[in-house]
């Protein structure tokens, strides 16, 4: 049986803004194995998006642990956390974020250039994932030359370029048709669980959350099941 790979205990996070506080997640518990697939459901303002941010060490938890490999994540200095994003998460937006100034391959090669990864061997690496998710004729497209499912084919292979250990995907089909999104969907799954990799995705789409493991359901920031 494979292991957890991460492991949320008790996780509470309050926003305060003008002296008022707002609870968005409240004791929530889960873990997560290696290589499984397990998606975050729930209604509008339950949370969801919140507890993906957190566990991409995008926000910091109020309270609570999230663990990685047997370490509580935040214990470590802000560079680590920089470190663990760049070289163990891959992330997948709603909107992929892509830099307009920027071709597709330029785009897919931004997470190994902050590495530090030679610009040369950069390219190489974002052309092969470019190939990979169906658009080597595309690479020096700019995003407004791209179609809406070409935009996040980009953002799927930019999320991958660094072979990260997880994919974090926050709504990556709700900006797209039916048919696009399913294409998309089950590339993200080709990319990812199928070779072994640990996909968790937020999500309003029951059909996409019946293929999960796991699927978490969010209900006013607690969780209901798991």
């Known amino acids: 049986m494979s292991e957890d790979l991460i492991v949320v205990e008790e996780l509470?996070?309050?926003?305060?803004?003008?002296?008022?506080v707002t609870q968005v997640l409240r004791s929530v518990s889960f873990s997560v194995r290696k290589g499984q697939?397990?998606?975050i459901v729930g209604s509008s303002g339950a949370g969801k998006s919140t507890l993906l941010s957190i566990l991409g060490t995008l926000l910091g938890p109020t309270s609570g642990e999230v663990r990685f490999d047997g370490?509580?994540?935040?214990d470590a200095s802000k560079s680590a956390l920089s470190r663990f994003r760049n070289e163990r998460i891959g992330f997948v937006f709603q909107f992929h974020h892509l830099l307009p100034e920027f071709s597709a391959v330029e785009n897919v090669s931004v997470p190994l250039l902050i590495r530090?990864?030679?610009?040369?061997?950069?390219?190489?690496q974002a052309m092969s994932l470019l190939e990979r998710v169906g658009l080597e004729h595309r690479i020096s497209h700019r995003p407004?030359?791209?179609?809406?499912?070409?935009?996040?084919?980009?953002?799927?292979?930019?999320?991958?370029?660094?072979e990260p250990e997880i994919v974090l995907a926050d709504e990556p089909t709700g900006n797209l048709d039916h048919e696009t999104g399913d294409r998309v969907f089950s590339l993200l799954l080709d990319l990812t669980v199928r070779r072994g990799r640990t996909?968790?995705?937020?999500?309003?789409?029951?059909?996409?959350?019946?293929?999960a493991v796991q699927v978490l359901r969010l209900v006013d920031g607690a969780c209901v099941s798991g």
């Open 144 to 162: 407004a030359e791209l179609s809406f499912g070409e935009q996040q084919r980009v953002a799927v292979a930019r999320a991958l370029v660094g």
């Open 199 to 211: 996909l968790v995705v937020v999500t309003h789409n029951q059909e996409l959350a019946s293929h």
């Open 37 to 39: 697939f397990a998606c």
């Open 12 to 20: 509470c996070k309050e926003f305060v803004r003008a002296g008022t």
């Open 71 to 74: 370490r509580d994540v935040f």
């Open 116 to 124: 530090r990864v030679a610009p040369r061997a950069a390219q190489v």
